[in-house]
């Protein structure tokens, strides 16, 4: 399984970025997706998630609202299109993939198995 996270750069307050990340190889057909980002001299937060069972999502209530998350039909590339950014939306963000699939943990960046390389999102005042 690999993970390939792309889309970040320097934008401005209120301004509008979307993620993607390119997902290869599989383990099952269980399993759920989801961003995560570490700032400075902070620990790695969930973002969002969604399922591949059901496509349910989840965010992180600093993001709900203004962050969307979403992915193609074949399931190969996910994105997080993100709106009315703020300053403490700067983070390095990253993709991963849960492959146990199970609810209680999506939100778990401990309990993710595969992860891409991060992509910086800076967001300026």
């Known amino acids: 399984v690999q993970l390939q996270a792309s889309g970040g750069g320097l934008v401005q307050a209120g301004d509008a970025l979307r993620l993607s990340c390119a997902v290869s190889g599989r383990t099952s057909s269980r399993y759920d997706l989801g961003w995560f980002r570490q700032a400075p001299g902070k620990e790695r937060e969930f973002v969002a998630a969604?399922?591949?069972?059901?496509?349910?999502?989840y965010y992180a209530d600093s993001v709900k609202g203004r962050f969307t998350i979403s992915r193609d039909n074949a399931w190969n590339t996910m994105y997080l299109q993100m709106n009315n950014l703020k300053p403490e939306d700067t983070a390095v963000y990253y993709c991963?993939?849960?492959?146990?699939?199970?609810?209680?943990?999506?939100?778990?960046?401990?309990?993710?198995?595969?992860w891409g390389k991060g992509t910086q999102v800076t967001v300026s005042s």
């Open positions: 991963a993939m849960n492959a146990g699939g199970i609810l209680s943990s999506i939100r778990l960046s401990g309990e993710y198995d595969y």
């Open positions: 969604i399922r591949r069972i059901g496509g349910h999502t």
